[in-house]
């Protein structure tokens, strides 16, 4: 038997987000690792945004690990904060903006995985 594989905060690299620029994403469990779900930590700097978007198949969990930022969930702004977790169902538009002044970051479950 193989031993799952151990994922490190600190010795994985931030890579940019692909369609969100000036985001910044760690991939810590991917579908290798776990079949039914990704998990990444997401870094929003203060005036970073991610842009209304929507996942087809997937929820999205989001735990927000340190920082304050608005959630928009469709046409519905959400102030949300450190401490505080929300799952985005699949087809829902939604969208996230840090006004503060202090970095945000998230912990994000992808259920299943995104490929």
């Given at each position: 038997?193989?031993?799952?594989?151990?994922?490190?905060?600190?010795?994985?690299?931030?890579?940019?987000?692909?369609?969100f620029s000036g985001i910044y994403v760690k991939g810590l469990l991917t579908a290798s690792d776990n079949p039914f779900a990704r998990v990444t930590v997401i870094q929003v700097?203060?005036?970073?945004?991610?842009?209304?978007?929507?996942?087809?198949?997937?929820?999205?969990?989001?735990?927000?690990?340190?920082?304050?930022?608005?959630?928009?969930?469709?046409?519905?702004?959400?102030?949300?904060?450190?401490?505080?977790?929300?799952?985005?169902?699949?087809?829902?538009?939604?969208?996230?903006?840090?006004?503060?002044?202090?970095?945000?970051?998230?912990?994000?479950?992808?259920?299943?995985?995104?490929?």
């Amino acid at each position: 038997m193989t031993l799952p594989r151990l994922a490190d905060l600190a010795a994985e690299n931030w890579q940019e987000h692909a369609r969100f620029s000036g985001i910044y994403v760690k991939g810590l469990l991917t579908a290798s690792d776990n079949p039914f779900a990704r998990v990444t930590v997401i870094q929003v700097p203060p005036g970073g945004e991610i842009g209304r978007h929507r996942h087809a198949q997937q929820f999205e969990t989001i735990w927000v690990i340190m920082g304050n930022a608005i959630l928009t969930l469709d046409q519905t702004e959400v102030s949300i904060r450190d401490g505080q977790i929300i799952a985005i169902p699949s087809g829902l538009e939604h969208a996230l903006r840090n006004e503060g002044s202090d970095l945000v970051e998230l912990l994000t479950f992808f259920t299943p995985p995104l490929l």
